[in-house]
């Protein structure tokens, strides 16, 4: 039997079912050798040798391989059909190659797991493609290189933080520079005027302001509440008539199938899945035989699926919905990864409803896939946009309705590509218009759109007497309610989504579709960025190396620069460069710049970030007093300073007379609320002992009496959740420093009941029984019957707790037994019998593969000595089973035996 290696278990299985018994198929779980992580892995010195080392956990693949290839002298590598792909097939043929002598090893790519495709490719044998092996070296020796070489330097100089990369530097970038556009970012005011429109048939429309004065608006043309009430009252003052009407057609053309980047985009739209979820999703339906290879930069289609798509539209929503000839989609992309097709489905006619996908993440994104697919195939949409003018005699002033009518909904039925911005099309049906006729005030029409452009907390609606204008922050309203003056505020370029990242690196040449979703997990698995709410925030740790980069490394965050060293890789993997080439220039510079930083001073450097960053560290403040002067002894300058732990935060430069220090970013702004006002004396108590509060690695706390050689640990307590610093007081910090609280004797058993504030949170104990309190406030009202309330209801629920639901289900374990990733105290886990393995934090839960859990329960299976006993766990009922029969065949024996010594008799 030929022996067949793929990468992964799940993907072997579906291969080996189409394949049949005359091969043998096998898994190499990913990559099974890598750079060992440490400094001469790659070596410049000696044309760029590199030394690779086989993972431990691929031995034993290895070892299964190896075996299956003594009674066959046929090895086929079928990995993926890209440059990742191609070098796991290297890297097998270099692990095996002692085995390999007098075999015949091929190599084959299919772009889907269907049973024609594999079938297909085992007819086109051909040889690991070295022009690809080289791109994949060049790739892996950069980023090596970068990452041994920059990082050291980022540790010795810019204390705290981790690491960088050689692309997640440059996208870092790209979050931290929007961050700052915002900051700076400065609101212009405008204002708009709209007016609803009767016709004489009594059916109303909305049209907005476009001429006043005789003059064509521009968009900050009316820029005051002053103006804007002028604008409405000369609308109002005059008689409007229908100038013209015009009717155009229009259509609307469907997107493109999908590649890597826009279902990235797509899914992030229209399900919230960030990048790594949606690539665990969408290879779970490939290994499944449902889609086509999901890391591609082509777009355009096969043309037996376009015809298959074409037939599958036609079947189910008719001929008219069919085009008259097939939709041709071209490439954007340079090299398209090597000229792979789209993401589609292998059978056109398996609807999402006709298919059982139990897993919702891979049941939603297999949708989404057939909808853009089958949609990319169907005629297009035919619109009517309608514009009507509608002006004033004298030709002061003018406004404009504008409304579009669906005449035939083509591949809108299926799909309707998502939209990053909230701007939309007007789609509005406007009624019957007529040239010339009046066009009336809807007395009272704008009434509610009044009243929500004037829904501030401050605003103040005037009250105006009959035909007079109402006037509310925001908003401006005739006396009939028809002409409405509304108050907008130009908006800062809105902070990036997962999705709208991956555009613009995309839009930049940064990265390519096997990168994307790494890319973006790594700088949050840094904590260089957090996702609030769907978009990407930088942390303060962020700033500081992308700062120091731009300021140190200048070049190598540029984003040409990266594009440009990106279409070089392209340029190997089509075999018109030498890798070691590319190597050997990036090498000259980039070891020059590294050396070049050697003799930078700490200081040094933090005062350059300082410089750079502060307009962020030292926001402007209200009273317009130097943002930079110390608000705890008014005399000392702020400066970035870092800790001993690691890490950087704003420190007076009067210290140690004064220890006032704040993080980065202070929340609430920088006058007299930062954090942590470290050593402020609150006051004393009735012992004389100073009461001050602190800034602790934990966070502000409060403190009694000073450190002594007889205490070296005075009273401490701290600053509860929702506390700010800047509002403590001396009564605060002595009802901190006297919890826990004594409430009074248990009535049942006299024991003591108290409240307190815990790791936890706010709560009440009797014995070992501890209840929530659901505020820090009451933990200084509480009494003694609410107190005993919450005791006993705790107590009812008993300290069980009930089965954790998993988060989701991911099949079979090899040796039996469902595996599941479930909700941990201190973590997501996956579970397998009784083996719970850490998810590792670089791994999201609901993006965990079936493969990566196999892995995780097993190792840890394995440092436990249970991996033998679980992986020949018999159930207990089948042990129950084994037993009665068992005892029945010793009966049996026995009998057998009192019967043949009675014969002997």
Not at 393 to 398: E, L
Request: proline share 6%; hydrophobic share 35%; aromatic share 6%.
């Amino acid at each position: 039997m030929a022996v067949v290696v793929v990468e992964s278990p799940a993907k072997a299985k579906t291969i080996n079912k189409y394949l049949g018994s005359d091969y043998t198929v096998l898994a190499s779980y990913g990559h099974v050798r890598d750079l060992p992580p440490k400094d001469g892995s790659v070596d410049p010195e000696h044309d760029f040798a590199m030394k690779w080392e086989v993972a431990s956990d691929s031995k034993k693949h290895i070892r299964a391989i190896t075996e299956a290839l003594k009674d066959d002298d046929t090895l086929i590598l079928a990995t993926d059909p890209d440059r990742e792909g191609e070098a796991i097939s290297w890297h097998l043929e270099q692990a095996l190659e002692k085995k390999l002598k007098g075999k015949n090893v091929s190599r084959v790519t299919f772009n889907a797991i269907t049973k024609a495709a594999i079938q297909e490719a085992m007819k086109h044998p051909r040889q690991v493609d070295d022009a690809l092996v080289e791109a994949y070296l060049a790739r892996r020796a950069l980023d090596y290189l970068v990452g041994f070489n920059l990082s050291p330097v980022l540790w010795r100089k810019l204390p705290g933080a981790k690491s960088a990369g050689r692309v997640q530097s440059v996208c870092l970038r790209l979050i931290v520079e929007r961050e700052m556009e915002i900051e700076a970012f400065q609101p212009r005011e405008y204002w708009s005027v709209a007016a609803r429109l009767t016709t004489p048939r009594g059916q109303d429309y909305e049209a907005r302001l476009t001429v006043l004065a005789g003059k064509k608006l521009e968009r900050y043309d009316i820029a005051t509440a002053e103006a804007a009430e002028l604008a409405v009252h000369a609308v109002t003052s005059r008689a409007l008539t229908v100038q013209s009407v015009e009717a155009k057609p229009a259509a609307r053309n469907p997107s493109a199938p999908f590649m890597t980047s826009t279902l990235q985009q797509e899914a992030s739209r229209k399900f919230g899945m960030g990048a790594r979820a949606t690539m665990s999703a969408a290879q779970r339906l490939y290994e499944a035989g449902h889609i086509t290879y999901m890391r591609t930069d082509g777009i355009d289609m096969a043309p037996e699926a376009v015809m298959a798509a074409r037939d599958a539209i036609k079947d189910r929503f008719g001929a008219a919905y069919v085009p008259d000839s097939p939709r041709m989609y071209k490439n954007k992309a340079k090299n398209a990864q090597e000229a792979h097709e789209c993401i589609r489905p292998t059978d056109m006619s398996a609807a999402p409803d006709k298919l059982r996908i139990a897993d919702a993440d891979q049941r939603k994104l297999y949708d989404l896939i057939w909808k853009r697919t089958i949609a990319s195939q169907m005629a297009a949409a035919r619109l009517e946009r309608t514009t009507v003018e509608i002006g004033s005699a004298d030709g002061q002033v003018g406004l404009r309705a504008t409304g579009q009518v669906v005449l035939f909904d083509g591949f809108l039925k299926v799909y309707e590509e998502g939209r990053d911005d909230d701007g939309d099309e007007d789609s509005a049906r406007l009624p019957q218009i007529m040239e010339g006729e009046a066009a009336g005030f809807a007395a009272g029409a704008l009434e509610d759109q009044f009243a929500k452009a004037a829904s501030t907390d401050d605003s103040v609606i005037e009250e105006a007497a009959p035909g007079q204008m109402r006037r509310a922050k925001g908003a401006i309203l005739d006396g009939k309610g028809a002409v409405l003056g509304a108050q907008h505020f130009t908006q800062p370029p809105p902070r990036y989504t997962e999705a709208t990242l991956v555009k613009r690196m995309e839009e930049l040449g940064i990265g390519r579709p096997s990168t994307y979703a790494s890319i973006v997990t790594t700088i949050q698995n840094r904590e260089y960025v957090r996702k609030d709410k769907g978009r990407l925030i930088p942390e303060d740790k962020g700033r500081l190396v992308t700062a120091f980069l731009s300021n140190y490394f200048r070049r190598y965050v540029e984003y040409d620069f990266t594009a440009g060293l990106e279409e070089q890789l392209d340029d190997v993997s089509a075999g018109e460069r030498d890798y070691k080439e590319v190597l050997a220039r990036f090498w000259r510079d980039f070891s020059a710049a590294i050396a070049e930083t050697s003799e930078l001073r700490i200081g040094e450097v933090l005062d350059k970030i300082d410089e750079v960053l502060a307009p962020h560290l030292y926001p402007p403040r209200p009273d317009g007093s130097d943002p930079r002067i110390c608000p705890l002894c008014g005399e000392g300058r702020l400066h970035l300073k870092t800790a001993r732990s690691g890490g950087a935060f704003i420190g007076c430069g009067n210290y140690p007379e004064c220890r006032y220090t704040r993080p980065l970013s202070a929340p609430g702004g920088e006058d007299g609320a930062a954090l942590a006002m470290d050593g402020k004396v609150l006051g004393h108590d009735e012992n004389g002992e100073p009461i001050s509060l602190r800034n602790g690695r934990f966070g502000p706390y409060v403190q009694r009496g000073e450190a002594t050689e007889e205490q070296p640990k005075p009273p401490r307590a701290s600053l509860p959740k929702g506390w700010s610093p800047a509002d403590m007081d001396l009564e605060k910090a002595l009802m901190l420093l006297s919890l826990p609280r004594p409430i009074g004797p248990h009535p049942d058993d006299g024991e003591p009941v108290e409240a307190g504030i815990g790791r936890y949170g706010p709560y009440v104990k009797h014995n070992r029984t501890y209840a929530n309190l659901p505020e820090v406030d009451e933990v200084f009202t509480i009494g003694m019957n609410r107190a005993v309330e919450l005791i006993a209801e705790k107590a009812s629920r008993g300290r069980g707790r009930a089965a954790a639901e998993p988060i989701k289900e991911l099949g079979e374990h090899p040796d039996g037994g469902v595996i599941q990733v479930m909700p941990g105290r201190y973590g997501p886990y996956v579970k397998w019998e009784k083996v719970n393995a850490t998810l590792p934090k670089d791994i999201e839960p609901e993006a965990v593969t079936y493969e990566e859990a196999v892995t995780l329960v097993n190792e840890k299976a394995a440092k436990g000595g249970k991996r033998k006993a679980a992986a020949k766990k018999t159930p207990a009922k089948a042990k129950t089973t084994k037993a009665k029969t068992a005892a029945k065949t010793t009966k049996a024996k026995t009998t057998k035996a009192k019967a043949a010594a009675k014969d002997a008799e």
